[in-house]
């Protein structure tokens, strides 16, 4: 080991493909001497010749000095047998995610470095105790995961497995952050942290649409801009492609012995079947057309208006928020302040986990003229209205042309437990806090994995906080009585902050 910023001189990365390439700018440009090494002939060079490319245009740009530049790629040096990696004081493997396979080469890795040497796996879905049970000394093996790009994605979880030292890992976060990227101690646990939690957004999106709540283009509108995320769901699954996404999903929920939680819908599987992967195939959730989706236009908002309206105060401060938004929109809008509506008058409710039906009987109110209006993230972005099995077209079109007559976005889903915004993030917070009660990493860690790796707006932990745990958890238990489904039984981690009235990072007491 080199010195307490940098433990290491050598690093090896075997596997020289796109996250090889990228792994090796980074030990190269921190200074580090890196071998590649790929059985694939040409390969290693062509990986060599790619990274001094990039680093040449990063130079042009100015983000690179051309001196270190140069310095860099003098660093980067190609080898042609494992024999030639016994300097390494660090492996680096980037290689098929095949469980005999990667044995069988840490096995001869093993027999060939120094005692000392640390050995890491790029792994993104297999068991690092499986790959170092392999190992004479499994106490150097760790998993060291990286996100694609490499260079750009400032995250990367270690992974202890089993029978991992301390010193390990404590090496590799050193390393991590003289990247400039965060390090996460992570624990083998299928998917680790990340992938584990992305399991949730499109997971349970999919069930959603299966159930056929909303279309993929309004799922993915409702998520978008109105929960705050970058890409809809739908849009991810076809950036990433079905090809990948559902076998992860499928090996992530086998992993965990059929936990609910993570059961895939069989929607991907026959999408993938009939070979609807995404964009690289042309056609997905949506057509392709020179690498852009083709969108039907939204239908826009009805010019209809109610005689009246009734605003529930079932749950007071949603019923007063809604209330006023009303009052706030153009035209004179009669708004009822009577406990009973009139015969004519369009009946809005605020549920939160439970449907329109639900929320129409339970307060005894005409099911042909309720509309429930989801309130979890507010009025200020696409608002989404959801109609019970009876709610007549003429109440429908009042709801939309009302609720958009402020140029607000609407839109209009068929009724569901938690129409769609609710089920799918009080899901994304719920494995979350599982994540934290399992001892996967720290609290005060999973946010920024996920937000660093996946790219969501907020953290789990965090998006329960901001929506705060009390109303996710009244949005899971609902769930999870209407529909009897155990995907939705809230999380312990959950459920006791919720009780104490304490922010999801909150860690238990060690004292």
């Known amino acids: 080991m080199d010195d307490g910023s940098r433990p290491f001189s050598t690093a090896a990365l075997i596997g020289t493909g796109v996250m090889g390439r990228g792994i090796a700018q980074l030990t190269a440009q921190a200074g580090l001497r890196t071998l590649l090494y790929d059985t694939r002939p040409g390969a290693a060079e062509a990986a060599r010749d790619g990274i001094t490319q990039v680093l040449q245009q990063l130079a042009a740009k100015g983000r690179l000095s051309s001196e270190d530049a140069a310095a860099t790629a003098s660093r980067l040096i190609v080898v042609t047998a494992l024999d030639d990696l016994v300097s390494a004081d660090l492996i680096i493997e980037a290689i098929v995610e095949r469980l005999d396979v990667k044995q069988a080469l840490f096995r001869e890795l093993e027999a060939r470095v120094a005692p000392t040497c640390v050995l890491t796996t790029n792994t993104s879905s297999l068991s690092v105790t499986a790959i170092a049970a392999a190992l004479e000394r499994p106490d150097r093996m760790a998993g060291f995961h990286f996100f694609n790009p490499a260079p750009l994605m400032k995250i990367v979880e270690v992974v202890a497995g089993a029978r991992t030292s301390d010193a390990t890992c404590e090496a590799l ?81 086998h992993q965990f012995y059929e936990e609910p939680r993570f059961r895939p819908s069989p929607e991907t599987q026959r999408r993938l079947e009939a070979g609807l992967l995404g964009r690289k195939s042309g056609e997905g959730f949506y057509r392709y057309q020179d690498g852009r989706a083709v969108l039907a236009p939204e239908t826009p908002v009805p010019n209809d208006r109610p005689a009246s309206v009734w605003i529930s105060r079932a749950d007071v401060a949603s019923g007063e928020a809604l209330a006023a938004f009303v009052r706030a929109l153009p035209g004179a809008i009669v708004i009822e302040d009577a406990a009973v509506p009139s015969p004519a008058a369009l009946c809005l409710v605020t549920p939160f986990g439970t449907d329109a039906t639900t929320a129409a ?43 958009g007559s402020g140029g607000h976005a609407v839109t209009m889903v068929a009724d569901s437990p938690g129409a769609v915004a609710q089920r799918v993030a009080a899901m994304i917070v719920n494995v979350g806090c599982d994540i934290a009660q399992q001892r996967i990493a720290a609290p005060e860690d999973i946010d920024p994995a996920v937000e660093r790796g996946l790219g969501y707006p907020r953290g789990p932990l965090a998006l329960g906080d901001a929506l705060t745990p009390a109303r996710v958890l009244q949005v899971l238990e609902a769930l999870h009585w209407q529909t009897g489904d155990p995907r939705y039984r809230p999380s312990l981690w959950l459920r006791r902050r919720a009780a104490l009235g304490v922010s999801l990072t909150t860690p238990d007491r060690a004292d």
Not at 362 to 385: H, N, S
């Open 361 to 403: 009987l339970a307060q005894r109110l005409d099911p042909v003229r309720t509309v429930a209006v989801d309130m979890l993230f507010g009025l200020d972005g696409r608002i989404t209205l959801m109609h019970t099995p009876l709610t007549s077209t003429a109440m429908r079109r009042a709801a939309q042309g009302l609720i």
């Open 173 to 253: 976060c050193t390393l991590t952050r003289a990247f400039g990227h965060r390090p996460v101690r992570v624990k083998d646990w299928p998917g680790f942290l990340i992938n584990h939690a992305g399991r949730a957004y499109v997971t349970e999106a999919m069930r959603v649409l299966s159930e056929g709540v909303a279309s993929a283009a309004d799922l993915d509108r409702i998520m978008r801009e109105a929960a705050g995320f970058r890409m809809g769901p739908c849009e991810l699954l076809d950036l990433t492609g079905l090809d990948v996404s559902h076998p992860v999903m499928e090996s992530i929920y």
